[in-house]
């Protein structure tokens, strides 16, 4: 278009053209192309600056995912961190269960185990204080003086919710 508007110009000012009406039309055709290339000149700049602001979206928006994929990044390396520390205290326990039910009679061991099932996975529990530490209820005092009078190998439970009591110096009675 800019070569058209070159060669009009130069054929109009090379005097060839002498007719009025044929000078009116190049310079009309001259005008018109300028018209022209100014409009795509319009559209060129409107594209370039759209073309610029979609660059500085997916700049913004990469900086977001790479931040969020460290986020994760981070989670996941603290969750195999825990992920690992809780195997590891898993097997310590499981190991000191191990010895600790090798001095437990087996009745006693069934006992407890079907309590534990039942009663939320927790089947012996303290005695502190008159209160068992199971279902945090206080004993009454008949429940107090049957725990006295037991001897100190039999096994004695809670009235309110069965488990095995656990009786210790701190136990009240
Ligand atoms: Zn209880």
Redo the contacts with the bound molecule.
């Keep these: 278009m800019r070569q058209r508007a070159a060669r009009d110009q130069q054929r109009l000012d090379s005097g060839a053209v002498t007719s009025p009406k044929d000078l009116e039309s190049l310079q009309h055709e001259i005008a018109s192309l300028a018209k022209r290339q100014g409009d795509l000149e319009d559209v060129v700049l409107e594209v370039m600056e759209r073309r610029e602001a979609a660059q500085e979206r997916v700049a913004e928006l990469t900086a977001r995912v790479d931040a969020i994929q460290a986020k994760v990044d981070d989670a996941v390396a603290r969750r195999d961190t825990a992920t690992d520390e809780i195997d590891t205290e898993a097997g310590t326990v499981t190991k000191e269960r191990e010895l600790t039910v090798a001095d437990i009679p087996a009745d006693l061991l069934k006992l407890y185990d079907r309590i534990r099932a039942k009663e939320g996975g927790i089947g012996a529990?303290r005695l502190y204080q008159r209160r068992?530490e199971?279902?945090r209820?206080e004993l009454n005092i008949t429940e107090l003086n049957d725990v006295r009078a037991a001897a100190a190998d039999t096994v004695v439970r809670?009235e309110?919710?069965g488990?095995i009591l656990v009786r210790t110096p701190d136990s009240g009675l």
């Design positions: 529990a068992c199971g279902c209820l809670c309110s919710c488990r």
